[in-house]
């Protein structure tokens, strides 16, 4: 498999943070994941990733997903994975992700 490598960017409103990747969310793109979801830890926002541009995730995609679960915690509700692919949806539904975030 390839790699592309993915960007990441965040955008916040009043209620909400939501965080885009774009590429494949694997281990190269920890420190930038890190980076942009660690100055939302505490802030009690409604977080949406967006996963509608991922063609592909390992298991350090996963672990920084529950790293960043456990950081920022679900104060505000529940984490959502929006535009997860069908491959997307079967690792959240193997790994019973689907249990802890709300995946679309």
């Known amino acids: 498999m ?8 965040a955008i916040e409103s009043d209620n909400s943070i939501v965080i885009t990747v774009n590429g494949n969310f694997t281990f ?6 890190f980076d942009v979801y660690s100055k ?3 802030t009690r926002k409604q977080v ?3 996963f509608s541009a991922v063609d592909y995730m390992d298991s350090a995609g ?8 456990e950081e920022i915690g679900t104060g505000a509700g529940t ?7 069908a491959n997307l949806k079967k ?14």
């Not at 592309?4 to 960017?9: F, H, L, M, P, V």
């Not at 984490?79 to 692919?85: A, D, P, S, V, W």
């Not at 690792?91 to 679309?104: A, H, N, Q």
């Open 28 to 33: 190269p793109v920890y420190q930038t994941f």
């Open 91 to 104: 690792l959240m539904r193997i790994t019973r992700l689907e249990d802890m975030f709300e995946v679309s």
């Open 40 to 42: 939302y830890k505490g």
């Open 62 to 69: 996963i672990g920084m997903l529950l790293k960043m679960r």
């Open 79 to 85: 984490i959502r994975l929006k535009g997860c692919n």
């Open 48 to 50: 949406e990733m967006d």
């Open 2 to 9: 390839s790699e592309k490598t993915a960007s990441i960017r």
